[in-house]
């Protein structure tokens, strides 16, 4: 057995049962541990999201605005599989695959609020007089056990820092290149040498640079997906019911259709629960402990209040964009259809054909574009990840120096080369980020609880 075979089923095997069961299993647990708090205040968290209070600067520590650090984060979080990762799912696991995004996300909600708050509850101020913070800081000072936090510290940062490099830069680089190349004809040299020299400019300047692209660009770029996706649901209105009802009946008894069959697709209730799950986790990245990295630079009064502001973060994700990327699809009836080559349309080649039902060829630019966005804004969100973990394990600023100027440079080898075995690699990085997070969120459950029941005082004499 060759390497490249040995790392793929390493990487299946990583992001296989045991880890997707641990993922969804401690927000199923956080959840009911916590009343369902964190479903029952959403609104609370969507007032905070776009109250005025959210933006200031001044109220609290950290480096930037609240609003501004959520928006960073999505960033790194609203990505490619946003649109090729639901077109996946839906082709390997079927309509069905959907529903199974959602519970994830859902479940997903509470994780992503326990680890952004223990996050800011425990961050540090660094020499520069920034703000430092992630798993690794919980780890290291929220445990008793002083030894086993710093263990699972390390080796978080570890996973993260490589996982930067692969998951959130390289693969992201090539997706922009490939899209560039095969909508435009633009050459992958040129991608590569004009997409290395933005990402210098704005790494370059730390959180706050980062942040000022993020505040623009994530919300022009998801509202934009989100009105020419409702625009194609919308005229394909026709066939939404008929997708609805594959997408709930396929979740649960891909029998009753057609004996689970749809068109060139073949599906079965646990495929469809594996590749929901699978990519629901994959997308809004609840439970890896990525978020929770850029949750501790926000200016923030109380740890509980900031962790509810970037549980939002798994709600636009996933209950918003892939929805929508779902619904495109559903309504369009194109899936189970075969591509001219006589094989089933799948990925990149599926949303495309749902787009081009009712945009023409105007569907390919509008899929290639947003795919080139989500992953620039992927690339420029995963530097800050990247950059705290390297300073947590190296300490200093030169460090960090270093490995904005590596990143930068890292852009254009993605941009220009396959690389499979690179790809494989950083997947198996993502995955491996989230055992030592998920433990920290099951060791410190009872801080969580008692957090969210001290906080829940104050919204209740708020209203």
């Known amino acids: 057995m060759g390497i490249e075979k040995i790392i793929e089923e390493i990487d299946a095997f990583v992001w296989g049962p045991v880890t997707l069961m ?84 859902l479940f997903g909600l509470t994780t992503k609020f326990s680890e952004c708050m223990l996050a800011i509850k425990y961050r540090i101020v660094n020499e520069k007089g920034e703000m430092s913070g992630g798993p690794m800081y919980t780890m290291e000072r929220g445990f008793k056990n002083q030894k086993l936090g710093k263990i699972l ?50 790494v370059i300047g730390g959180i706050k640079s980062i942040s000022r692209v993020s505040d623009v660009m994530v919300p022009v770029m998801a509202i934009l997906y989100i009105i020419m996706g409702l625009l194609v649901i919308i005229l394909n209105i026709k066939g939404l019911p008929a997708g609805l009802y594959q997408i709930f009946v396929m979740a649960v008894n891909p ?29 809004n990245e ?22 509810y502001i970037f549980m939002m973060d798994t709600f636009f994700d996933t209950i918003i964009i892939c929805t929508i990327t779902g619904l ?6 194109v899936l189970g259809s075969l591509g001219a080559d006589g094989l089933p349309l799948k990925g990149v080649a599926l949303i495309t054909a749902a787009f081009e039902t009712v945009l023409g060829d105007i569907g390919k630019y509008v899929v290639s574009i947003g795919i080139g966005l989500f992953a620039f804004s992927t690339i420029i969100g995963w530097e800050y990840h990247g950059e ?57 459950s009872k801080e969580i609880i008692q957090e969210v029941n001290r906080f829940q005082k104050i919204i209740d004499q708020s209203k």
């Open 22 to 105: 641990l993922l969804v299993g401690t927000g199923v647990y956080l959840t009911v541990a916590t009343k369902f708090l964190p479903w029952r205040n959403v609104g609370y968290a969507l007032k905070s999201v776009i109250s005025k209070k959210a933006r200031e600067t001044k109220r609290g520590k950290g480096d930037i605005s609240a609003f501004s650090s959520l928006m960073t984060a999505s960033a790194a979080t609203i990505g490619t599989g946003n649109i090729i990762g639901v077109a996946t799912a839906m082709y390997a696991g079927g309509p069905g695959a959907l529903v199974w995004m959602w519970v994830s996300a």
């Open 153 to 202: 510290a390390i080796l978080f940062a570890v996973f993260t820092t490589f996982a930067s490099f692969g998951i959130g830069n390289m693969t992201q680089a090539n997706s922009i290149s490939g899209v560039m190349n095969t909508a435009f004809a633009l050459p992958e040299v040129y991608t590569g040498i004009v997409l290395t020299a933005l990402i210098f400019i704005i």
């Open 255 to 283: 029998k009753a259709i057609g004996g689970g069959v749809l068109g060139a697709i073949t599906v079965s209730v646990m495929n469809s629960i594996r590749y929901g799950v699978a990519r629901g986790c994959f997308s």
């Open 286 to 307: 609840a439970g890896l402990g990525s978020a929770a990295i850029t949750a501790a630079s926000a200016t923030s009064e109380d740890a509980v209040e900031q962790g």
């Open 328 to 333: 495109v699809i559903a309504s369009s009836g």
């Open 388 to 444: 705290k973990a390297v300073e947590y394990l190296f300490q200093g600023t030169r460090p960090v120096l270093i490995y904005r100027i590596l990143y930068s440079l890292i852009v254009y080898i993605g941009c220009v080369q396959a690389l499979d075995v690179i790809w494989n690699i950083s997947d198996i990085m993502n995955a491996l980020m989230a055992i030592p997070n998920l433990i920290c969120l099951l060791v410190m």
